[in-house]
């Protein structure tokens, strides 16, 4: 019933998504502020029962710092805490709504020092370059002499194909 409840009331929400039945993910903030974050939840079997997990790993938070990360998790377990036993998502995204700037408060320092971190990793992939895969002289050949010069493969080459052939033309003998 919360599904469907979610549903309803995140209806052509774009901070809302859900990936699954049991999967969800909201995004806290407006997409072009630093400040915003995503909250990837999933629900476990023996939800509400037991508290669904919550994560920030996801490619958007990469900017985040763990020290931000860790309290906004630790803001999201005390909700979780307190509503164990109900329906709780639309409550744990409200709340982090509500309290985005008081979490994220010391972003922005953070946010630099992961910048220069980043672009260091940019530059460990480009001195990796993929190999191509390298032909011998005789698998080249081959190729060369299956294919015209366009590379394709010539008509017939596929037994179905003259099968087609013969059955349209009736194969016709001569008398």
């Keep these: 019933m919360e599904l469907e409840a979610l549903r309803s009331i995140y209806e052509g929400d774009e901070c809302f998504k859900e990936v699954s039945p049991v999967s969800f993910q909201y995004r806290v903030g407006d997409q072009e502020t630093s400040k915003a974050f995503l909250l990837d939840v999933s629900w476990p079997e023996t939800y509400p029962e037991t508290a669904p997990e919550i994560s920030l790993d996801g ?96 008509r017939g080459w596929d037994w179905v194909d003259v099968i087609k052939h013969l059955s349209r033309t009736g194969g016709k003998e001569e008398d």
């Design 59 to 154: 490619f958007f938070n990469k900017r985040i710092s763990p020290e931000t990360k860790q309290l906004i998790l630790s803001g999201l377990e005390e909700q979780v805490e307190a509503n164990l036993g109900t329906a709780m998502m639309y409550t744990l995204f409200e709340w982090a709504k509500e309290n985005q700037e008081v979490l994220m408060e010391n972003h922005q320092a953070v946010d630099t020092a992961v910048m220069l971190t980043s672009n260091s990793d940019l530059n460990a992939p480009a001195k990796k370059k993929e190999k191509k895969e390298q032909l011998t002289k005789s698998q080249k050949r081959k190729i060369t002499c299956r294919t015209d010069n366009k590379g394709e493969l010539p």
